[in-house]
């Protein structure tokens, strides 16, 4: 990262932070004395991948199709470790709306369709995903795995307990068997405490949304040098050391556009939970400020290098480049940043592999 770069950007974001209640303080958390060249210089446009042109043309005939709307997103996530990343297609955040799951094996299949409100939940401790969805007095949900590229249910489960007050008989079902209400939250407990990640509706379909999700997020991992895994690594498990595993999360998003990930940590998914964001300077990490953003994750508008929460209207915005804030609006390319791996010893393996 360019020191006058980061120079030049803290002033600007001391001065905005300034006036959104925010400091700008840089912290060193992390550092090396090991001299040796940090950056590998490597482009992660240069990074190919096999499934890369057939996701990035399935989302081109997605957006011409008539599921798509303006309402529309896309996910790209690893939902079975097994290194390759599926696509999910969500048309909108409806009650009743499913994602299509897609992988690529020789070519691009297709998984299932999945969720509802457009999502569904990714439980790394149990490598499963599943949803919930909540109708007039009823309740259905399911949870299964990835497995040799077919989705198998492990679980589904029903009841109708708010039509009790209707006089329905009420009913407690797991996999179509009628069972007592102690046995159907015994089955359950297990998918309803494990801490998720939502999953399909992270990426617009703007231009440059495309191209990011495609061409920069899973090339991190060939990007960063062995010391700025570490470096970026250690820092978290540090962290992971102090405070019980929860619902915090972390994610690498290039938020400057320099080709170097910025880590923007995630402390939980409630409302007044906001994200840190860490960067990079020679083996370094340091901390960019207080929190922002809301419900544990930030927005990111990938075209104006702005990232941003939306309060019902109500946008904080940010940015670690000279962008002028005062004229932000928001274009057709953004992401939701913060929670692609949840804060574990495993996630972060994950991450730096």
């Given at each position: 990262?360019d020191?006058?770069k980061?120079?030049?950007?803290?002033?600007a974001?001391?001065a905005?932070?300034?006036?959104?209640?925010?400091s700008?303080?840089?912290?060193?958390?992390?550092?090396?004395s090991?001299?040796?060249?940090i950056n590998t210089?490597i482009?992660p446009?240069?990074?190919?991948?096999?499934?890369?042109?057939?996701?990035?043309?399935k989302?081109?005939?997605?957006k011409?199709?008539?599921?798509?709307?303006?309402?529309?997103?896309?996910?790209?996530?690893?939902?079975n470790?097994?290194?390759?990343?599926?696509?999910?297609?969500s048309?909108?955040?409806?009650?009743?709306t499913?994602?299509e799951?897609?992988?690529?094996t020789?070519?691009?299949?297709?998984?299932?369709?999945?969720?509802?409100?457009?999502?569904f939940?990714?439980?790394?401790?149990?490598?499963?995903?599943?949803?919930?969805?909540?109708?007039?007095?009823?309740?259905?949900?399911?949870?299964?795995?990835l497995?040799?590229?077919v989705?198998?249910?492990?679980?589904?489960?029903y009841?109708n307990?708010?039509?009790?007050?209707?006089g329905?008989?009420i009913?407690?079902?797991i996999?179509?068997?009628?069972?007592?209400?102690?046995?159907?939250?015994d089955?359950l407990?297990?998918?309803?405490e494990?801490a998720?990640?939502?999953?399909?509706?992270?990426?617009?379909?703007?231009?440059d949304?495309?191209?990011?999700?495609?061409?920069c997020?899973?090339?991190?991992?060939?990007v960063?040098?062995?010391?700025?895994?570490?470096s970026?690594?250690?820092?978290?498990?540090?962290i992971?050391?102090k405070?019980?595993e929860?619902?915090?999360?972390?994610?690498?998003?290039?938020l400057?556009?320099n080709?170097?990930p910025?880590?923007?940590?995630?402390?939980?998914?409630?409302?007044?939970?906001d994200?840190?964001?860490?960067?990079?300077?020679?083996?370094?990490?340091?901390?960019l400020?207080?929190?922002?953003?809301?419900n544990?994750f930030?927005?990111?508008?990938?075209?104006?290098?702005?990232f941003f929460?939306d309060?019902?209207g109500?946008?904080?915005c940010?940015?670690?480049?000279s962008s002028?804030?005062?004229k932000?609006?928001?274009?057709?390319?953004?992401?939701?940043c913060?929670?692609?791996?949840l804060?574990?010893?495993?996630?972060?393996?994950?991450?730096?592999?």
């Amino acid at each position: 990262m360019d020191p006058k770069k980061i120079t030049a950007s803290a002033l600007a974001f001391a001065a905005l932070l300034t006036s959104f209640g925010c400091s700008a303080k840089k912290e060193d958390t992390e550092s090396s004395s090991e001299p040796v060249i940090i950056n590998t210089g490597i482009d992660p446009q240069s990074v190919v991948f096999d499934w890369q042109p057939l996701y990035e043309q399935k989302l081109a005939d997605y957006k011409k199709s008539d599921a798509y709307s303006i309402n529309s997103r896309f996910d790209i996530r690893d939902i079975n470790s097994d290194g390759i990343p599926e696509l999910i297609l969500s048309p909108n955040d409806d009650p009743m709306t499913v994602c299509e799951i897609y992988t690529y094996t020789d070519g691009l299949e297709k998984v299932t369709d999945m969720g509802a409100y457009g999502v569904f939940r990714l439980i790394p401790q149990l490598g499963c995903v599943g949803y919930e969805y909540v109708g007039e007095g009823f309740t259905y949900g399911e949870y299964g795995q990835l497995r040799e590229k077919v989705f198998q249910k492990d679980v589904t489960y029903y009841n109708n307990a708010a039509s009790a007050a209707g006089g329905a008989v009420i009913k407690y079902e797991i996999n179509s068997e009628d069972i007592s209400l102690v046995e159907y939250e015994d089955k359950l407990k297990p998918y309803r405490e494990g801490a998720s990640i939502a999953v399909g509706r992270k990426y617009t379909f703007g231009k440059d949304a495309i191209d990011y999700a495609i061409h920069c997020s899973e090339s991190w991992g060939a990007v960063l040098s062995d010391i700025q895994k570490k470096s970026y690594s250690t820092l978290l498990s540090d962290i992971l050391k102090k405070s019980p595993e929860n619902d915090a999360a972390f994610e690498l998003c290039d938020l400057d556009g320099n080709n170097l990930p910025e880590l923007i940590l995630s402390t939980g998914v409630a409302e007044d939970s906001d994200c840190k964001i860490y960067y990079l300077s020679d083996a370094a990490v340091s901390d960019l400020g207080n929190g922002c953003g809301r419900n544990g994750f930030i927005s990111f508008d990938l075209k104006s290098k702005t990232f941003f929460s939306d309060n019902n209207g109500d946008i904080q915005c940010w940015s670690m480049t000279s962008s002028d804030l005062s004229k932000f609006s928001k274009s057709k390319s953004c992401m939701d940043c913060g929670r692609k791996y949840l804060l574990t010893a495993d996630g972060i393996e994950s991450a730096f592999l």
